[in-house]
């Protein structure tokens, strides 16, 4: 995608790309700005396990998940391989995971604080090649490619390379490595599919109300299946979630006590009780009754 800048007459100028030299000035950039660019804690750089070096080790406090980034120089290396390796390397060693989050976070995170099903390896790099982006195209692999640019005016794009809809299952095709089965079992990548199953037509037909006003707010709206609920981002900040009830939905909104108007009244302060998703307030939704009044509840949560 070319990137242009214009003057005051409306002449447009192309602004080159500017490489990164060295994939340790992409590593550092990437770790002093975790929380911004990928909405994590930063953990670890080059946490070194069973004589392989991670490159960077993050946690998703959102997910309660541990997250291995590694940035990649070589165009033709295998994505797929490495990373099973790599979630095969965390589930055999979670005690040592746990430990490093507890000595660098000063934390007391337990095994069973830790949501396993959701770890994920992320890969970086300035482009990758079809084969790679082709490899990666499951619904089902926690497996994730994010590319980085950097250009002549110190401006930098990062962005996430999306799976298509129609991705398939990475089970047709890895059922023979010796690090799939273990990985499958424990490692789940959850979708809307698995949460709306089961659930009858009129609570499915709710959701995709409440789902399209969401992201008819703002053009840069995701939606992000979560174990138990749907969390809805822009970029890394989490905006509300949508946990899929029998006889409805439950709706979160990320607002802190104390800051959300709601002349209405309809939402609950549950900043004292525990609950799916981020934020101080939810409602219960049965119908499309107050929708337009309850986007503008959702859009106070919009950064």
Known sequence: MALYKYNTSGIFSEIKEK???????????FETNMSEIMGLEMIKSEFTIKDRRIDTLAFDPQSKAFVIIEYKRERNSSVIDQGF??????????????????????GNLKRNDVDWSQTKVVFVSQGFTPNQREAVNFKDLSIELWEVKRYENDSVSITPIRKSHASASIK?????????????EKIKEYSEENLLKGKSDDVVELYESYKNAILNLNTEIEVKPQKW???????????????????GIKLT??????????????????????HFGNGDYELKISDTKYLEYIMSLVKQAIK
């Not at 995971?97 to 660098?104: A, G, P, R, W």
């Open 19 to 29: 490489p990164f030299k060295l994939e340790r000035d992409i590593q550092r950039m």
């Open 85 to 106: 390796t790599y979630l095969s390397l965390m589930l055999q060693n979670q005690a040592d995971f746990i430990l490093e989050y507890n000595e660098t976070q000063a």
């Open 172 to 184: 047709t095709v890895m059922q023979n490595s010796p690090e799939f089965k273990e990985v499958t």
């Open 229 to 247: 609920y749907i969390s809805f981002k822009k970029a890394n900040s989490h905006i509300c979630a949508l946990e899929i009830q029998k006889n």
């Open 253 to 274: 909104i990320n607002v802190a006590k104390g800051h959300l108007e709601d002349s209405k009244q309809l939402t609950r302060d549950i900043s004292t009780v525990g």
